[in-house]
């Protein structure tokens, strides 16, 4: 341990020392590019450097998936073995790996080269199966070899709003033009700007479909400064990647949503949160800011600080991502109060998904009412939709709202085989079956069906496919991502994947039924945070559609 | 400022910024709590005093949430006791109770079943006896958090102990697992203090239960071990 050279170390973290706690993230993503792993003597020095608690650098490093406090391979293969990837023989790619390396998963070769991790999953579900190479600061698409450094786009739609730059590579600043929408915003006053987002009827697009303009108004009236813009880049639902493909792609689409809202309720300072899985949107995104900056849309009384994850899916509740910016665990806070008046540092805030904030350019430069001719009235816009499993055309697809599933699955190429069932939403989403295939795809008329929206995800399963299996890579999901804060969620998704291995594996009890529905109902009600809220979500619906594979 | 409100089908009344479980103790209505702690900052986590407020599609944690003028209250209704009675089961079926005994009379209040979940895997973590003030046992925790904030912000501003694992695999932890002695500990106490569930319990009492006379355990001189 002795002979790590520390002055490297030093030279790394020297630019987040001024940050102190909140640097903590970014210090050890630099500690864990040196080293390939984060030591007990790295540690101890990160958290001298920053001035925080050796127990509570300790309690993050455990928290984060990515960070790892014993030695890793000098390169960790994450396969994804997640639903749209096991449809496609992920547990098999793991064996194929493991037996190539003679490993076992999650242990180091004896030559101290490669470790084979089963991931949760990884964002690139049109290219499924998905595998993700990382080795210090660097990473790959796909296994070891593997030249790739970001995952192709694959864009289609009826319309292409959102979307419009996308599926070419990264448009920079000159492909993009200039930021139309923000000086538009600039002629109008911000309570103007405000009005004409409410007047859009834009909704949030991460999943809980909140009125965008009615928490910008929130944020813009609540006392306190500075107050911050977060754009929630921490796409993690099983089966979601459009917000990967936005910013990849499009970058200023979003940054100058970030610039609008901004100015729209007095903020000075912005971040990304870009979960640990999508590095590669980093440099993107950095040379975007540049361009920005350059331009002089950004340093002009607001910039955007990028902060990278570490492999938490409960990070992208947005609570939970002021903790993780804020350099703690990741523990979702509990509410009210809500992030408008208290959210990131405790200061009024207002966190949107990607593509909410790719909405707001287009709603300002065109106007609320030319918005609103796309869509439905409670749903107006367009909706991106990330098609993967048993589908013709897995990718992102772009179509206004009130397209049917039946229309959107024929736009993919319909299903590979007979239609079984379509998630819907993701792991936290729900099941429809094809007695739902004419259910246009609005917010109130999947509301009237009981179904979730939820993030775009339409994951489809032929008739061949066990759905069980499904189920309980789901529960195993949610029970790898619970945070443990609140009981519910801490143990139900445990007892959830002890049930459910009875139901795959035949040896089905009695009152399983019971159990499994008491366990699911609990989560839904008591929980927390809306990760325990939607943890059986998907099971208590596949209960329901198919109460007979529960007898 | 009063406030009036309907609790349980009966009108109360609430001092302006009473929680609900404030209120229930004027009226004698008896609402569970276990990481509830008066001297601790409410985190709301253990979810066993969740109530059902009309209008509300969750169930609320009575700890935190303010009683509001004209809120409709039910403490006790069917979703409110299938959920305490869901956390016990699981709490039983996760964690040594065998000295929690306010937990243990929830179980039979509430006509939980400690064996409701078959082949469910305990979170079993051998004793950790390495000084010579407490011992810790966190096959006994129920992860209620007390510990870690008196040790930080809520009392002794020490950091000795945070978290390691995540989820259903989260334990209280020290710096990469180091004994107690090598951390910040100052052994002020606190924590065993708060302990709910005899997971962190004084090193003399541990010895007393072990069948040692006072007598004996002064000769054993724990108390003038190594402390750095």
Redesign the interface.
């Known amino acids: 341990m002795s002979e790590i050279d520390m002055r490297s170390l030093w030279k790394a973290i020297e630019g987040y020392i001024p940050l102190g706690r909140s640097g903590l993230l970014p210090a050890l993503h630099a500690a864990q590019g040196l080293y390939g792993w984060i030591s ?1 003597p790295v ?2 020095e990160i958290a001298r450097a920053l001035k925080v ?7 993050v490093i ?2 984060y ?1 990515l960070f790892y ?1 014993r030695p890793a391979g000098r390169r960790v293969v994450h396969v994804c073995v997640d639903p749209a990837c096991a449809l496609c023989g992920s547990e098999r790619l793991v064996d194929d790996l493991c037996a190539q390396y003679g490993v076992t998963p999650g242990q180091v070769s004896a030559d101290g080269e490669i470790t084979i991790e089963r991931s949760p999953c990884l964002g690139l579900c049109e290219h499924a199966p998905a595998v993700w190479t990382t080795g210090g600061d660097r990473w790959w698409i796909g296994a070891p070899g593997s030249e790739r450094t970001f995952p192709p786009s694959v864009v289609y739609g009826s319309v292409r709003w959102l979307t419009v730059h996308c599926g070419n590579g990264t448009a920079d600043l000159a492909r993009y033009g200039p930021y139309r929408g923000l000086e538009k915003a600039y002629q109008m006053t911000p309570q103007a700007v405000i009005a004409e987002v409410k007047a859009s009827g834009l909704m949030g697009r991460g999943g809980a479909a909140f009125p965008t303009g009615v928490k910008w108004e929130g944020a813009a009236r609540a006392e306190g400064w500075p107050k911050y813009v977060v754009c929630n880049t921490d796409e993690s639902e099983p089966g979601t990647f459009k917000d990967r493909v936005l910013l990849l792609d499009d970058p200023h689409g979003v940054i100058e949503g970030m610039c609008i809202a901004a100015y729209a309720i007095g903020a000075s300072r912005g971040y990304f949160y870009v979960r640990g899985e999508y590095p590669y949107l980093v440099p993107i995104l950095e040379k975007a800011l540049a361009e920005a900056r350059a331009a002089g849309y950004l340093g002009n009384g607001f910039d955007v600080e990028i902060r990278l994850g570490a492999g ?1 899916y409960i990070c992208g509740e947005e609570t939970a991502l002021f903790e993780s910016i804020e350099g703690k ?1 990741g523990f979702p806070r ?1 509410k009210p109060p809500f992030p408008t008046t208290h959210g990131l540092f405790g200061k009024p805030t207002v966190i949107n998904n990607v593509e909410t904030l790719r909405n707001v350019p287009i709603i300002l430069e065109r106007g609320a009412a030319a918005y609103r001719s796309l869509g439905t009235e409670k749903s107006p816009g367009t909706k991106l939709f990330c098609l993967s499993g048993d589908v013709g055309r897995p990718g992102l697809y772009e179509a206004p709202f009130g397209i049917t599933l039946r229309e959107l699955l024929e736009m993919a190429g319909g299903v590979d085989g007979k239609l079984q069932a379509v998630l819907l939403g993701g792991a936290a989403g729900a099941f429809a079956t094809a007695d739902h295939l004419d259910v246009r795809l609005t917010f109130e008329d999947l509301r009237a069906a009981g179904l979730p929206l939820g993030s775009g995800v339409v994951m489809v399963f032929n008739d061949q496919r066990d759905l069980r299996r499904a189920l309980l890579r789901l529960a195993e999901f949610f ?10 969620c ?6 959830q994947v ?1 049930i459910l291995k ?1 139901l795959v594996n035949g040896r089905w ?1 009695p009152k399983d039924r019971q ?1 499994l529905q ?2 699911g ?2 989560m839904t ?4 945070c809306g990760l325990g ?1 939607t943890a059986a979500s998907a099971v208590l619906s596949a209960m329901a559609l198919w109460p007979e594979w529960f007898e | 400022m009063t406030i009036q409100l309907m609790m349980d089908g009966r009108e109360v009344i609430a001092e302006n910024g009473q929680t609900l479980l404030d209120v229930t103790q004027r009226y004698g209505i008896v609402i569970p709590t276990i990481c509830f702690h008066p001297a601790t900052t409410p985190n709301a986590l253990c979810r066993i005093c969740v109530v059902e407020v009309e209008g509300q599609r969750l169930l609320q944690p009575a700890c935190i949430v303010r009683a509001a003028a004209n809120m409709k209250v039910q403490t006790r209704s069917e979703r409110v006791m299938r959920a305490r009675r869901t956390i016990l089961e699981m709490l039983a079926a996760t964690v040594d109770l065998s000295e929690a005994p306010d937990i243990l009379a929830m179980i039979d209040e509430y006509q939980a079943d400690p064996q409701r979940f078959p082949e469910a895997h305990p979170r079993y973590v051998p004793i950790k006896d390495d000084n010579p003030m407490y011992v810790r046992d966190y096959s006994k925790c129920v992860l209620c958090w007390r510990c870690v904030q008196v040790c930080a912000e809520d009392a002794q501003y020490t950091y000795a102990i945070n978290f390691s694992g995540r989820g259903y695999e989260t334990q209280i932890g020290t710096f990469f697992d180091q004994p107690i002695p090598e951390t910040t500990c100052v052994f002020c106490g606190q924590c065993v203090g708060v302990c709910p569930t005899g997971a962190l319990k004084p090193k003399r009492e541990a010895l007393l239960e072990q069948g040692l006379m006072p007598e004996q355990i002064v000769r054993l001189n724990t108390g003038r071990r190594r402390r750095t």
Request: proline share 4%; hydrophobic share 30%.
């Open positions: 007990e540690a101890e608690p050796l127990a509570d650098v300790h309690g455990e928290f998936s406090n938490a665990r509990v029970a790898h991502e619970s945070c443990g804060k609140c009981y519910p801490q143990m139900g998704t445990q007892r002890e009875r009890r159990r008491d366990v109902w609990t009600d008591a929980s927390l809220q």
